[in-house]
Structure formats: structure tokens, C-alpha cells
């Protein structure tokens, strides 16, 4: 989570709004093992959103774009999508 240094010299008023999983396959078994253990051990903080690993997600910076640019109908455009809106529900939350 943030840790006390990260508090103490950046902002002691930051929190941490969740946890995010990234290079998701459900396809596979460590993906599944992974998420259920990260939901497990914290509780309500971990976001239901899972970005998809794509390989163009990892190109996508070093030729300066997004991933809406450079695969807009991809699932991980998708995902990211999906996570936005999650974050407005938890900042409206809150």
C-alpha cells in the first residue's frame, strides 16, 4: 500500500483509491491464483477490473501513444474504459 515514507514526502494526505490488476490472462491458471489472492488479503480494494496483457500496451509508450491510439478497439481499450468508470463510482463513493 503507501507507505509512510511516500506520505511523509510527497503528501500526508494521499490514499490509496485501490489496487489494480495488470497483465491479466484469464486463461491462465497463475492469473486466477494471483487476483484470488490479492482479494483476499485486501478486501474490497482491489478493483474488479483486470486490464488484459496485450502486447501492444507495452509498444504503445515508446512510439508515444495510448492505447486508445494505437489499438482503440483492443480489450485492454476496453478495460481501461471499464476502470475509469470504476474509479468515478469509488470517487462518488466516497
Do not use: W
Not at 21 to 44: M, P
Not at 75 to 80: C, L, M, R, S
Amino acid at each position: 500500500m503507501i507507505d509512510q515514507q511516500v506520505k511523509k514526502i510527497i503528501n500526508p494526505q494521499i490514499e490509496c483509491l485501490g489496487i489494480l490488476i495488470t497483465f491479466y490472462n484469464a486463461n491462465t491458471n497463475i492469473s486466477a491464483a494471483v487476483a484470488q489472492d490479492l482479494e483476499e488479503t485486501y478486501k474490497g480494494q482491489v478493483f474488479q477490473t483486470r486490464i488484459r496483457h496485450l502486447t501492444k500496451l507495452m509498444e504503445a509508450p515508446y512510439l508515444r501513444q495510448d492505447i486508445f491510439q494505437m489499438a482503440p478497439g483492443s480489450g485492454a481499450a476496453e478495460d481501461y474504459l471499464l476502470l475509469s468508470k470504476e474509479i468515478l463510482q469509488r470517487l462518488s463513493d466516497s
